[in-house]
């Protein structure tokens, strides 16, 4: 995922739990029924699992623009003096 | 949120504090409680004293009780037992619980049973002669989330004969 759909992740986690929340506990007061409130609950935890959680491609509409490796081995870096430190590269 | 597990975990997180908010709620249902109960007295089988001293008797009762006001969305069941309460001179209050039953939904609210004391009655001594005593149908409404509220009524002028039968 990229930034902005880190974002955008994160806030339809929240509406999409808050949402189910407001409606089960509606139904289920509408219904008297605890075990209905209850059962919409999960359900709606359920599908915003499968909508937030997995890596969609509609999370990464703005990718990161990482360095190819051949532009990165024509501008090496300086070396330093007296000790070397070596950075690995972030994945 | 950049991984599977940190948005898993985060999703999980809120969600269980969103329920424990729910519940709170939910918790707070209260209904307009007008519960009736009445009790009679319709025999008493017998009434010895036993081998190590102390007092029994065995009656037969008619519980007749409305609780059905009692239960919400929120209720899981309701306790009720009834227990004759008298005073002694060694004891200010004595309890006796001499029947209970565990009522799961509204429409088994609404009851009229009849029989013989599910529990002994022996009294702690030999007090029970021309005894008065008051039966109490105690409630407890017990939730499905949240605080357990108990009650009772009162019914007073009940009392056992002058002899042994």
């Known amino acids: 995922m990229d930034w902005q759909g880190q974002k955008l992740a994160e806030q339809l986690m929240q509406i999409l739990l808050l949402i189910a929340a407001v409606v089960a506990f ?11 409130m209850m059962l919409i609950y999960a359900g709606g935890v359920g599908v915003t699992t499968l909508i937030t959680v997995p890596n969609w491609p ?3 509409r703005h990718p990161l623009k990482w360095l190819d490796p051949s532009e990165a081995e024509k501008h090496p870096k300086p070396e330093v003096a007296v ?3 070596k950075k690995s590269s972030k994945k | 949120m950049h991984s599977f597990g940190y948005r898993a975990n985060s999703l999980l997180t809120f969600a269980v504090t969103i329920l424990a908010f729910m519940c709170a709620i939910v918790s707070f249902s209260f209904s307009n409680q007008t519960p009736s109960a009445q009790i009679q007295i319709l025999n008493i089988n017998w009434f010895q004293k036993q081998p190590h001293g102390n007092d029994e008797v065995s009656l037969t009762l008619n519980i007749t009780a ?3 006001s009692l ?11 009834v227990a004759a309460e008298y005073k002694t001179s060694k004891n200010s209050l004595n309890q006796v619980s001499l029947w209970d039953a565990i009522i799961p939904e509204k429409e088994h609210a609404k009851f009229w049973i009849q029989i013989s004391n599910k529990y002994r009655f022996i009294d702690q001594g030999y007090n029970l002669r021309r005894k008065d005593f ?5 409630w407890h ?3 499905k989330t949240g605080k ?9 002028g009940y009392s056992l004969p002058d002899a042994y039968r």
Do not use: C, E
């Open chain 1, 26 to 36: 509606v139904a289920g007061y509408t219904t008297a029924s605890f075990r209905t």
């Open chain 2, 134 to 138: 008051n039966l109490t149908l105690h």
């Open chain 1, 83 to 85: 000790s070397s430190k």
């Open chain 2, 141 to 143: 409404v017990m939730p």
């Open chain 2, 71 to 81: 239960f919400t969305w929120n209720t899981k069941q309701v306790f009720a037992f």
């Open chain 2, 66 to 68: 409305d609780l059905q």
């Open chain 2, 148 to 156: 357990m509220f108990a009650d009772k009524i009162v019914m007073s």
């Open chain 1, 58 to 60: 509609f999370f990464n």
